[in-house]
């Protein structure tokens, strides 16, 4: 080939190199090879896994906190609402000069110094265009001020925010609750509880009906760039503003409840008989829920929680009291469904009862005479319940005392209701160890003992005397669907519900009643009830023997507490009421009057203002 | 197109019957028009996706881009029209300027956190990448030189290991090394060329695979082996060094088949893509135009690897043969290691794609390269032999 170039040598070098090259080149197209199929595997089979992951990436959801829903009581009146609060941010990257910015927004709002020095802060440290916070809770008043001079103060936004106000205040804060910022246990991994601006419901119904309340956060979907700059919206879903929850309750008759218990401590229930409605859940003495919106601070929280009668307790439904005289229905029902007694059987009383060992004192230490089971509900008979109490036993009394909503909780649409404590033999023995003694037996008999009940079971256990015996049960919405509405019928006879209730009104109506004295002065609005007064401490036996000291000689946390369950008008029942008043005293003197008041005026709002 | 036919082969002497190979508008119209087409078409794909990059701009990268490749096709085409033999005289002078160079880069470089560039006013040099043009010069200089005989002797190999070893070594400490692997896979590939016998490959390869846990202990810096590391487990680090190939996994298989249209890559456009303009520019193309954008794109680049095998099989000396055939591979492995790099098939290594990446030094020597390729294929390498025996 060569004609005068290089040699044979040469010649076969170059066939090598060209051959290698080859081997090269094979080598580069199968890496190329490599390549495409990689390229095939990512832009054709992966495709859409990292489509869905590109617009992770990009597409970011920034939600608005809906509005939330008031509290209405029955007739309408407000009892959680909102008013709007102002608030006022800056945004770094659009104020010329932040240091002047903020000199000139001071003239206009005063700003703490220490507040401009964390303001300026953060815009050091943040993104240049996340607004920053220097005012909040601004009056309408001031925020005109500052918008007026806007042209000249670049880069100040003013936003509106719903502040939770409770026109009530602390009137109704047990049932309506408060609401409280996120706290870390809340959250569940909705983004929306994120929010700073949320907040949520901590107690009472705004607890128990915060999903309802809290609506729908309204959400943008933007499009967002790598350091999170919003470059454009894609899509607006507006949100529902939250639903208002209306109640059962009637404020003005919760006002005028409060008021009757003065500076006493206690609860009271109002409910419906037949649709289980809760008007009025008092619980005394009461708290301030504006406190708790913006986060109560240390001090304030401390004091509410160690006060020494537990202002946050709400004792309608989370205290647990011996019932006292009140239980005494209970056992005459029990004895006559048992057949050990008949409306006609007569015990005599004589101020005691001796049981073996034991002495058995009547709060009527000179005795009632003979008494029968009529008789025996009007004066409040000990030794007629004793005796009862002794013949069918604890469990028989028990049984009857559940079917009336005692002993477990009656499911009301609030959190923290107490299941309160019917005792009976097993459940002795599994909480001492021991057999149950029939004195037990005899002090349950009068509601005391072991027994335990919350106002709130107390009302339901009387409207489910009076109703006919129906399964009802307390609910707090004024909503067709009553939460108590009748699913059953007790499995009382008529007959010995007819004797329980007509003894409840010989107690107000008869002269020998307990409650005589407090009887409504209105024909119409008439009411029966029971007293109770349940005793704290106990009577030892040398007190007995010398001289049971009064009341009003007692140190007050040692005072009974006073009780009445009732009902009116007494010819068609439509309200059950029950009252506790802690160291009131005799239910009688004490409680039945505030009942009286409650059913009187109850009856009257009936009357005049028909809920629509 | 090729008037190839129309001079006697391997006729250094000799004038053509037709035409004056001393003219210049004779080697011009010997150029490869192939080659140059496409290279324009790759570098034309860079300027579009430069402008992408910007949102739509020939500010800041895409205008200074095109007109840099101005400059190096000028460039191009007049090394191509210089004597071939001057390049084959000079081959070790140009590298001693280029290891020059490296050495300046360690005293006087400019450059966050590594030296790698020396500032020449108008623009900065990036000396590592004359440094691959430098040793396939030298080491095609070096085995052209060498008697035939001598090839297979363990000997020869020492000069090229010195004249691979110590830029390597240099560039390592800057640090770069993707730079420098390239050095060393160049060298190899050279040799292998040059005909090496097997069996020493297979030995070197046994030795390498020895030592990687000795550089891995001593040589590679923390960043270089978290990036290894990252590579081997992306979940490892997804905000830091994982960052980066996740997010071009993304874009990349975010395209699909035609991708999301010029100008609408939203991983790039909203900066998810971290140096979209430069390593990661192929993902801003595989995003926008799709599996098919990037098949075209990786079949242009064979296209030109292609060109270059062809003027090889055409050259009629040792010299130029491994010349041409070691530009070639450089070419190839820029585009290789990058694209393998984000599809996260390599660990992130600092190499451009090849053409197509902004930035001046790599640009301007990709394109003296090809100068050289097409000095080639216009002068078919036709080179006097000088053996020097080496004992």
């Known amino acids: ?612 | 197109m090729r008037p190839a036919r129309l001079s006697p082969r391997f006729s250094l002497a000799s004038p053509a019957a037709a035409a004056d190979p001393a003219s210049l508008w004779y080697r011009v119209t010997r150029l490869d028009w192939w080659l140059i087409g496409l290279i324009v078409a790759l570098a034309g794909i860079g300027f579009a996706i430069l402008y992408s990059a910007a949102d739509g701009s020939w500010q800041p990268w895409a205008g200074k881009q095109a007109l840099r490749f101005g400059i190096g096709m000028v460039m191009m085409i007049a090394v191509a029209t210089i004597s071939f033999t001057l390049w084959w005289r000079t081959a070790y002078l140009v590298y001693a300027l280029a290891l020059a160079l490296l050495v300046m880069v360690e005293f006087t470089g400019v450059g966050e956190g590594s030296q790698r560039w020396i500032s020449l006013g108008f623009m900065n040099l990036q000396p590592s990448e004359t440094m691959k043009l430098a040793l396939v010069l030298a080491l095609a200089r070096y085995f052209h030189d060498l008697d035939e005989n001598q090839v297979d002797r363990i000997v020869v190999l020492i000069p090229p290991a010195v004249l691979t070893g110590i830029p390597a070594l240099l560039v390592l400490r800057q640090p770069d090394l993707g730079t420098a692997m390239i050095l060393v896979a160049l060298a190899v590939a050279v040799t292998f060329l040059a005909g090496l016998a097997w069996w020493k490959f297979a030995l070197g390869a046994a030795l390498t695979a020895a030592a990687g846990p000795l550089a891995w202990r001593f040589l590679l810096h923390d960043y270089q082996r978290d990036r290894v590391l990252t590579f081997l487990d992306p979940g490892r680090d997804p905000h830091g060094a994982g960052y980066h190939i996740l997010q071009s996994k993304i874009g990349l298989g975010s395209g699909g088949l035609f991708g999301k249209g010029f100008i609408g890559g939203t991983q790039s456009q909203l900066s998810f893509l971290p140096e979209k303009h430069t390593d990661f520019i192929f993902t801003l193309l595989a995003e926008e135009f799709g599996f098919f954008g990037s098949i075209l794109l990786a079949a242009i680049i064979i296209g030109i690897i292609g060109c270059c095998y062809a003027i090889m099989m055409r050259c009629e000396s040792v010299f130029a043969r491994v010349l041409v055939l070691g530009l070639a591979t450089n070419f190839f492995l820029y585009a290789f290691i990058n694209m393998a790099m984000v599809m996260g098939l390599l660990p992130v290594v600092g190499v451009p794609l090849p053409l197509v990446s902004y930035g001046g030094t790599s640009m301007l020597t990709l394109l003296i390269g090809f100068g050289f390729i097409q000095s080639a294929a216009i002068h078919r390498g036709r080179l006097p032999l000088r053996h020097r025996g080496i004992s």
């Open chain 1, 1 to 612: 080939m060569n004609r005068n170039g290089p040699d044979r040598q040469s010649q076969r070098q170059l066939g090598r190199i060209s051959r290698r090259a080859m081997l090269l080149g094979a080598a580069q197209l199968g890496g190329f090879g490599l390549l495409a199929a990689r390229m095939y595997q990512l832009q054709v089979l992966e495709a859409d896994r990292y489509a869905v992951l590109a617009d992770e990436n990009r597409i970011n959801v920034r939600f608005a906190v809906a509005s939330r829903g008031m509290i209405v009581d029955r007739f309408g009146q407000p009892l959680a609402t909102n008013r709007t609060s102002y608030r006022i941010a800056v945004v770094p990257e659009e104020a010329e000069d932040l240091a002047a910015l903020l000199d000139r927004l001071d003239r206009i709002v005063p700003l703490a110094p220490e507040h401009r020095q964390r303001v300026i802060e953060l815009a050091r440290r943040q993104r240049a265009f996340v607004p920053i916070v220097t005012h909040s809770n601004l009056t309408w008043k001031e925020i005109a001020h500052v918008a007026a001079r806007s042209p000249d103060l670049p880069g100040v936004e003013i936003a509106a925010t719903d502040e939770r106000v409770y026109p009530t205040g602390e009137l109704c804060a047990h049932v309506v609750g408060y609401v409280g910022a996120v706290a870390k246990k809340d959250l569940t991994g909705d983004p929306v509880l994120a929010l700073p601006d949320l907040r949520i419901g901590k107690s009472g119904v705004e607890r128990v009906y915060d999903d309802a309340l809290r609506g729908e956060a309204a959400r943008r979907q933007v499009e967002v760039n790598a350091v999170g700059r919003v470059i454009r919206e894609l899509h607006r879903d507006p949100g529902k503003p939250g639903a208002t929850v209306r109640l059962a309750l009637d404020a003005e008759l919760q006002r005028y409840g409060a008021s009757l218990f003065g500076e006493e401590t206690g609860a009271a229930v109002v409910m419906d008989i037949h649709s289980g409605e809760v008007i009025a859940l008092i619980s005394r003495p009461s708290f301030d829920p504006g406190l708790f919106p913006d986060g109560i601070s240390q001090v304030n929280w401390d004091r509410l929680l160690n006060a020494p009668n537990a202002p946050l307790v709400d004792k309608a439904i989370a205290g647990q009291y011996a019932p006292g005289s009140t239980f005494k229905m209970l056992v005459a029902l029990a004895g006559l469904e048992s057949g050990q007694i008949t409306p006609k059987t007569k015990f005599h009383c004589s101020g005691v009862l001796e049981l073996g060992k034991g002495r058995f004192h009547c709060w009527n230490r000179g005795g009632h005479g003979s008494v029968d089971v009529h008789d025996a509900i009007v004066q409040s008979c000990d030794i007629y319940f004793y005796e009862v109490a002794r013949r069918i036993g604890i469990d028989r009394i028990a049984d009857m005392a559940r079917r009336f909503g005692l002993g477990s909780r009656l499911g009301i649409d609030l959190p923290g209701e107490q299941p309160g404590l019917i005792p009976d033999k097993e459940w002795k023995r599994k909480r001492f160890d021991r057999p149950w003694q029939i004195g037990e037996s005899l002090v349950a008999g009068i509601g005391q003992g072991y027994v335990l009940a919350t106002p709130l079971q107390l009302a339901a256990m009387t409207a489910r005397m009076v109703n006919g015996g129906q399964l009802v049960r307390p609910g707090l919405l004024a909503e067709s669907a009553h939460p108590g509405q009748a699913e059953d019928t007790l499995t009382v006879s008529a007959q010995a519900l007819d004797i329980v209730r007509r003894a409840m009104i010989g107690v107000t109506s008869e002269p020998k009643g307990t409650a005589a004295s407090s009887q409504i002065p209105h024909e119409r609005l008439r009411m029966g009830g029971k007293t109770g007064t349940s005793q704290v401490r106990r009577i030892s036996q040398r007190e007995r023997r010398q001289r049971v000291l009064r009341n009003d000689e007692l140190p007050r946390q040692e005072r009974d507490h006073a009780l009445f369950v009732g009902f009116a008008p007494i010819d068609a029942p439509r309200y059950a009421v029950s009252v506790i008043v802690e160291h009131g005293g005799g239910g009688s003197r004490v409680a039945a009057p505030i009942a009286a008041d409650l059913l009187r005026v109850a009856q009257m709002r009936l009357s005049q203002n028909q809920p629509t």
